[in-house]
């Protein structure tokens, strides 16, 4: 029996574990959803925590595995077992971007450089999923930033609800690969199970969580002023500074200007950091007390937001909480 393994790669409620779903008899599937109660509970009720499986089995000597990563960071520790494991000899990737996200072309720049090593090695096919609901950004875009980053793949829209607008990528991933040749029945397959499921669906009216689309606002990253309202939410927190890129608070609730300035210092000798230190690009610097309150700085494109939190708040959960707000902007 010979396997063709794919892996389904991209940002959170992309479609990962739809497509896979799309093109399997459900029952047959493994997947690991679980309720998700963190900000991406607004967009969809759940999210995948460690991977989707589903097997196409085509004939008797061949099938189709499919793997789908979880697209929350804080599950990353099984992007590495994927990548580096169970999906590290597959035939290529689809890589399903989310059109109406606040920063797809982050997204795409993100999950490259997470998935980098196994992006090197295999063939790559973009999906845009949900230009329904948002049709900008436009293909050429795309296109554009993965030029820039030197990722050679083809990008089209297309529904990850729908097997028939998911298989065309597998057989385009996989046909030469194959003795297979059965592809027109299956997409007819395909097309009838999407029928199917349409009507179910109609039946049924699914608990849909609710969401505005922003209209697009292009590929540079503006952090909303709102975050610092957001981040006072968070348990703990005592206050909260945004600043621009030369450290000018743009709005703040902390009353100390004292700590306010020292935001806008540390995102001014951030770069000095990074060269300093050879550590690369920094995303955050915490300092914790043992008396008094921590205070961790995030940085984002040419921003900068500070959190004043008690120290009894782990700085890991802050900074989880953090990364959700400035990915979702
Ligand atoms: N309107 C619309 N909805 C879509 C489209 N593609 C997928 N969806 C919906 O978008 C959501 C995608 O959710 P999932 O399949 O769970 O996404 P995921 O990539 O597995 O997300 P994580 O596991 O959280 O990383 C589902 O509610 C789908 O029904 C599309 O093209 N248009
Ligand atoms: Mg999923």
Redesign the pocket.
């Known amino acids: 029996m010979q396997h063709h393994k794919l892996l389904f790669i991209?940002?959170?409620?992309?479609?990962?574990?739809?497509?896979i779903r799309s093109l399997s008899e459900h029952d047959q599937n493994i997947e690991t959803e679980a309720t998700?109660s963190d900000l991406?509970g607004l967009r969809?009720a759940?999210?995948?925590v460690a991977m989707?499986y589903a097997c196409m089995n085509l004939s008797a000597d061949e099938s189709i595995l499919l793997y789908?990563t979880?697209?929350?960071s804080r599950f990353r520790f099984m992007w590495d077992l994927l990548a580096n494991n169970l999906a590290a000899d597959c035939a290529g990737i689809i890589f399903?971007v989310d059109n109406t996200r606040n920063y797809p072309m982050q997204d795409l720049k993100y999950y490259a450089a997470e998935f980098a090593e196994l992006i090197a090695r295999k063939p790559v096919i973009v999906g845009v999923?949900?230009?329904?609901?948002r049709a900008e950004p436009g293909l050429e875009e795309y296109q554009a930033t993965l030029e820039t980053l030197g990722i050679d793949a083809t990008v089209e829209f297309?529904?990850?609800?729908k097997g028939s607008s998911v298989l065309p990528l597998v057989q385009r991933m996989l046909a030469d690969k194959m003795s297979f040749d059965g592809w027109s029945q299956l997409l007819e397959d395909a097309t009838i199970r999407d029928e199917n499921r349409v009507l179910e669906e109609t039946d049924v009216q699914p608990e849909?969580p609710h969401y505005e689309v922003d209209t697009y606002q292009g590929a540079e990253i503006v952090v909303k002023d709102s975050i610092v309202d957001d981040v006072m939410n968070f348990q703990g927190v005592r206050g909260a500074a945004l600043t621009d890129s030369m450290g000018e608070v743009i709005t703040s609730s902390i009353e100390s200007s004292e700590m306010n300035d020292f935001v806008g210092f540390v995102s001014g000798v951030i770069t000095v950091f990074e060269e300093a230190s050879d550590l690369g690009q920094v995303r955050s610097v915490s300092l914790k007390s043992s008396t008094e309150d921590n205070v961790s700085v995030f940085f984002k494109g040419d921003q900068t937001l500070g959190v004043q939190t008690s120290n009894r708040v782990s700085i890991r959960t802050l900074k989880q909480q953090v990364d959700d707000l400035l990915q979702w902007g």
């Open positions: 991209g940002p959170v409620g992309a479609g990962k574990t739809s497509a998700a991406t969809k759940t999210t995948t989707d789908g979880p697209g929350q399903l999923t949900r230009s329904d609901l297309i529904d990850a609800r849909e």
